[in-house]
Every structure is written in C-alpha cells, then in structure tokens.
C-alpha cells in the first residue's frame, strides 16, 4: 500500500486547512488509518485515527473538538480537516494505514506511512 498525503500549506493562525491521503495499490484489504505529526526537534505524536467503517475515530486531546478525521473508501482516501488551527500545530503531516480494524494511536501500530505534507501555522 503506498499512502500520497496532500493538502499542507502555510495558514494564520484561526484559519482551516483539509489534508487527504491517497492510497493505492493493495487497498482491498480492511485497513484503519491514522495521522500523526511531528514538528522539528519533537518526536511523532499521535493526532487522529479512524476504523475501516468510519463511524469510529478517536483524537489526540491537543485536537480534540477541532480536527476532524473521515474517510471515503470508494476513492481510497483519508481527510484530516483541521479548524481553528493555532501555532502549536506547525508539523509535517503523516497519514498511515494499519491492517485490520479498529482504532490505533501509537506509531508501532501502523504498518505504512506515507511521505508527509507540511502544515506552518503563523501568529
């Protein structure tokens, strides 16, 4: 499975951006997704993931009530809407995919990755 994320770009703080992450190849499989970040000098945290159905997500408590994490798996795609984005949120983005279902936050969990997409968030 190979995971091509989009959609990063340089905001203000309060505005919204809309990541997605394509998949491709081996997608006929039951896969949950996720997205992580990391910002320079940080580990990769944990941000959002989602089962194979969509109708459970769950989300770091940094993006809680703002993020948004679905998923569309006719186009094979995954979207991160991002709100009321703040500084702190400044990182590149990843999107990764876990066989099987269900929901999974850590990055040990995830079995690809994609490249990530820059996300800079000015005050």
């Known amino acids: 499975v190979q995971l091509q994320a989009s959609g990063g770009g340089l905001v203000q703080a309060g505005d919204s951006l809309r990541l997605s992450c394509a998949a491709s190849?081996?997608?006929?499989?039951?896969?949950?997704m996720g997205w992580f970040r990391q910002a320079p000098g940080k580990e990769r945290e944990f941000v959002a993931t989602i089962d194979w159905s969509g109708g459970r997500s769950y989300y770091a408590n940094s993006v809680k009530g703002r993020f948004t994490i679905s998923r569309d798996n006719a186009k094979n795609t995954v979207y991160l809407q991002m709100n009321s984005l703040k500084p702190e949120d400044t990182a590149v983005y990843y999107c990764?995919?876990?066989?099987?279902?269900?929901?999974?936050?850590?990055?040990?969990?995830?079995?690809?990755w994609g490249l990530g997409t820059q996300v800079t968030v000015s005050s």
């Open positions: 190849g081996h997608t006929s499989s039951t896969y949950a």
């Open positions: 990764a995919a876990s066989r099987g279902d269900g929901l999974r936050s850590l990055p040990g969990q995830y079995d690809y």
